[in-house]
């Protein structure tokens, strides 16, 4: 199946969840990743801030926080580019113009170090290929940066982990995806 209609109906489905199970599904996903090897063996997290219908991340970041883990998120920079800036703690975001998403202020220090990072995604499949939002940002940011210096593990609720999808040569293999079984 095409990826824009993967995108695309795996969108519309997402958005039909509720607030009350988008904050269940990050409860459920911080659970689950504190059980991780890589979450105890990395002293680093580059994290995403979730929006909208998104598996939710701030109970990963205050986990960091109280773990006294080191935390990067993604800034954009371009149209092709982003960078990821360690924060040290809630006031070093500002909305940015890309969707209000949340990204790091001014004067946050670039982060490049090996380490966990949890990748955002519209569909996943059992290999652990992804799907993103269609600009490529962390496939070239791997591509560029070396993707064996990190652990790359995708959240998804279990509905957008399909059997298989179609890559291509440049997107990149993740090394586990974390699928999060709402309760009915």
Excluded at 16 to 24: D, G, S, T, V
Excluded at 125 to 141: M, Q
Aim: aromatic residues 12%; contains cysteine; glycine residues 8%.
């Amino acid at each position: 199946m095409d990826k824009k209609i993967i995108r695309k109906e795996m969108l519309l489905r997402r958005n039909q969840l509720n607030e009350n199970q988008i904050l269940a599904g990050g409860t459920i996903a911080l659970t689950q990743i504190l059980k991780e090897e890589a979450w105890n063996e990395n002293e680093i997290v580059y994290l995403y801030s979730s929006f909208g219908s998104e598996v939710s991340t701030k109970g990963l970041l205050t986990a960091c926080f109280e773990q006294k883990k080191k935390v990067a998120f993604p800034k954009v920079l371009s149209k092709t580019e982003m960078e990821f800036y360690e924060v040290t703690d809630q006031n070093d975001f500002i909305p940015s113009g890309y969707q209000g998403i949340l990204e790091p202020k001014s004067g946050c220090n670039i982060a490049r170090e090996p380490g966990l990072m949890i990748v955002p995604g519209v569909a996943f499949d059992e290999e652990n290929h992804r799907i993103g939002y269609g600009g490529g940002y962390y496939d070239r940011y791997f591509s560029t940066h070396g993707s064996h210096h990190y652990y790359k593990m995708g959240l998804a609720y279990s509905f957008q982990v399909l059997p298989l999808i179609e890559t291509e040569t440049f997107d990149e293999i993740l090394d586990k995806v974390i699928s999060i079984f709402l309760p009915s």
